[in-house]
């Protein structure tokens, strides 16, 4: 490894002959850094106010401005995304912005290199995170921060690392969030260790990249969920030194494959956008016990973990929203969110307790547990992973089976009344870029595929139904934001499914005729669908109308089921 340079003067002239980053396969030196940097120091230094957007897909180019815009004086603020909901909340409350962002500043022509030490206590970064509820909440960081945690990080696995040679950095992360921001680009620069700059999206890169040289994966847990058997991991396997996974649960059985796939049990760190890391494990040789990173103070209050270390800002204790059992050699076992509470007919109930019930049932590798609205008031409702079992049960006997046999098991350690009502079944849960499953992700789930519907006439070979058309129903999820349009291709499906409730229609679908779309449907509206089946030839004719006239019609052709 490369001697250690502090983050204060990691932008400064320095050492020869040292890389930071690669970029299709192009190494790119310290010098190059430092007089990006200083292209981007001479862009900032032109802006009146102290706030600075940045928004980078790319690691190298991320890395640039954000020490250009600290050595220009400025604040960083770092958006999680660049969708444009987040942009809309985000650019008021800023004075320019960089990157992958409209009307962005561009890196000066020239520039130059930054003379002086970083400030520990004066610059500053904003990052975001989406909490439980995915509503975007401002974290502000310190230099000092951020500089001891890398300290701390390389303290516990920088020997590690390097033990063989100083490794090539791959990610899956971005460096937008408190967990890439050290693992992807303030500790390597420190550290002097090489960042592959294009970002692993699919398992055949992991496993092409991470067999080349020797390799660190940072990772989150979605990517480590995903593995697949059927690739060729040898190579990968004899050159990994590290896999580091944060940013929520891994869950053992994944952590147990990423090891028998990659040669590596990873290295979880736990901790939060705002205590920053506060401790890690390996299931391998840890089990389920969590070690406190050096510099990191905890205590229990109530079951309630709190903690005290230099990566928060100040020296106060941080109470953070996990209950913990310590163990007898000092270290901590976690045992789920203590916010976690939810109230049904009058009756706490913990989420925890249910998902953990739920895993406890041989038929589900993962579960959430949630509380989403319901035409009586909030109904309890889990998201589930079935494991090879459970889908086996699924595919065999049907979703309302597979609900009352965990319906029954749920009832031996809850009352009935506490059950959840609703289920939802899905090969992975719902993330966001941190690797978190939210509350806002996991209620999308839930949200109506079919519109409120009151039949008017359902008497073959004839049926109509009023439709009441609503934005919030699922199908108008990205079509269109702000603007919502009904896609024909749902028209065509819910002329099927109500078509299905009306008639014996044959299971063989076999194409649709005469399509015509007159009108675009769009809500809040009364649609009235008309049906008419054929059976002799086998074809529902159906018609979407309104107050407004005509919007849809066609014909829909099915198989003899014998055939």
Partial sequence: MADWIALTRVALPGPQGRAVARRRGELLSHERFVADVARWQASFAGVRGPRIALYFDDA???????FGAWHAGKVAVLPGDAQPATLARLLPEVDAYAGDLPQALQPAAQGVAPAQPLDLRETRAVIYTSGSSGQPIAIHKRLAQLDSEIQHLEQVFGARLDAQGAPV????VSHQHIYGLLFVTTWPLAAGRVVEVEKIAYPEQMAERLGREPSVLVSSPAHLRRLPETLDWSAARSQVRAIFS???PLPPESSQQAHALLGESPTEVYGSSETGGVAWRQRARDGDAWTALPGVQWRLKDDTL???????DGDEWWETSDRARVLEDGRFVLQGRADRIAKIEEKRVSL??????????????EAKALMVAGEHGPRLAVVCVPNEEGWRRLQAHGKLALNGQLRAHLLQSFERVVLPRRFRYVRELPVNTQGKATEALLSELFQPELPPAQWRERRPPQAA????IVPQLRVFDGHFPGAPVLPGVVQLDWALQFGRQAFPLPRRFLRAEQLKFSQPVLPPLQLELALEWNDATRQLNFRFSSQRGQHSSGRLVFGADHA
């Avoid at 950095?169 to 899956?172: G, N």
Wanted: glycine share 8%.
């Fill in 60 to 66: 190298y180019d991320f890395a640039c401005a954000l």
């Fill in 169 to 172: 950095i791959h990610a899956t």
């Fill in 246 to 248: 944060s940013g929520g």
């Fill in 306 to 312: 709190w903690v005290q270390s230099s990566h928060l």
């Fill in 352 to 365: 925890v307790a249910i998902e953990d019930a739920l895993l406890a049932s041989g038929a589900i590798a």
């Fill in 465 to 468: 139904v009023s439709l009441d």
